[in-house]
């Protein structure tokens, strides 16, 4: 059984960088055909689908969020890292990490995932 947890900073300042891991257990990021992605809920908002690394290697992002932040992963391919610059109050929300098989999806409703963390809590604020 996978298992996502993810982790991070909890508070950052405004215009500086967010690092956020997805640490993978009971599986490999390089499994074949799985997607690996990062979502967001703002308070009071929806969801938002940021973006995904998918099994080989590949990148896929947000139109609206591109050029912000970069998904990559680890060698030993248990990791996956969000990191996004320049940060704003608006990105203050629950940063989520999901996983899906089969092909890449940007839906941010986790009923379309397989596997999906329980999230961490990010704040943007001086």
């Known amino acids: 059984q996978v298992q996502l947890q993810e982790s991070g900073p909890g508070l950052v300042k405004p215009s500086q960088t967010l690092s956020l891991t997805c640490t993978v257990s009971?599986?490999?990021?390089?499994?074949?055909?799985?997607?690996w992605s990062w979502v967001r809920q703002p308070p009071g908002k929806g969801r938002e689908w940021m973006g995904a690394i998918a099994f080989d290697g590949d990148t896929y992002y947000s139109e609206s969020l591109k050029g912000r932040f970069t998904i990559s992963s680890d060698n030993a391919k248990t990791t996956v890292y969000l990191q996004m610059n320049s940060l704003k109050p608006d990105d203050t929300a629950v940063y989520y990490c999901?996983?899906?098989?089969?092909?890449?999806?940007?839906?941010?409703?986790?009923?379309?995932?397989?596997?999906w963390g329980q999230g961490t809590q990010v704040t943007v604020s001086s």
């Open positions: 009971g599986g490999s990021i390089t499994t074949s055909h799985f997607y």
């Open positions: 999901a996983a899906r098989w089969g092909v890449i999806t940007h839906t941010p409703v986790p009923s379309f995932y397989d596997y």
